[in-house]
């Protein structure tokens, strides 16, 4: 979630300020932060779905960015905005190649803090 705010808030907003622009208008509204959020309480709390939650949600994700780094490196924009966006995506791709190779190879690891 640190990495989500800063990227997706605290850079565009900080950039927009000192641009003399409106906060808002460098942000890209979605619901990832949220579905991060839900994953990362899943992972500390350990509900039974944890492990099929992470599993779905890398595959997802992984696909989505893939798909994504494929459209983009076709024609590629070296622009703030989109060097931003493609920095966050290759950590988020490897955030969640982690979180699914774990899922699937270590299911009986602790999900939870003791």
Same mark, same amino acid.
């Given at each position: 979630?640190?990495w989500?705010?800063?990227?997706? &808030?605290?850079f565009?907003i900080g950039f927009a $300020?000192v641009s !003399? #622009? @409106?906060?808002?208008?460098?942000? &890209?509204?979605?619901?990832?932060?949220?579905?991060?959020l839900?994953?990362?309480?899943a992972? $500390?709390?350990?509900p039974r779905?944890?492990?099929?939650?992470?599993?779905?949600?890398? %595959? %997802?994700?992984? +696909?989505?960015?893939i798909?994504?780094?494929i459209?983009?490196?076709?024609?590629? #924009?070296?622009?703030?905005w989109r060097t !931003?966006? /493609?920095? !966050?995506k %290759? /950590? +988020?791709?490897? @955030?969640f190649? $982690?979180?699914? %190779?774990?899922? +699937? /190879?270590?299911p009986?690891m602790?999900?939870?803090?003791?």
């Open positions: 979630m640190a989500t705010i800063f990227i997706k &808030y605290l565009p $300020l !003399n #622009e @409106a906060w808002t208008t460098y942000i &890209y509204w979605d619901l990832w932060p949220v579905a991060h839900w994953l990362a309480w992972l $500390l709390a350990g779905y944890t492990r099929m939650l992470a599993i779905g949600m890398s %595959v %997802v994700e992984i +696909v989505i960015i798909t994504l780094f459209w983009f490196l076709a024609d590629p #924009e070296w622009s703030i !931003n966006w /493609f920095v !966050n %290759v /950590f +988020v791709l490897t @955030a190649f $982690l979180v699914l %190779v774990t899922a +699937v /190879f270590r009986k602790p999900l939870s803090w003791p």
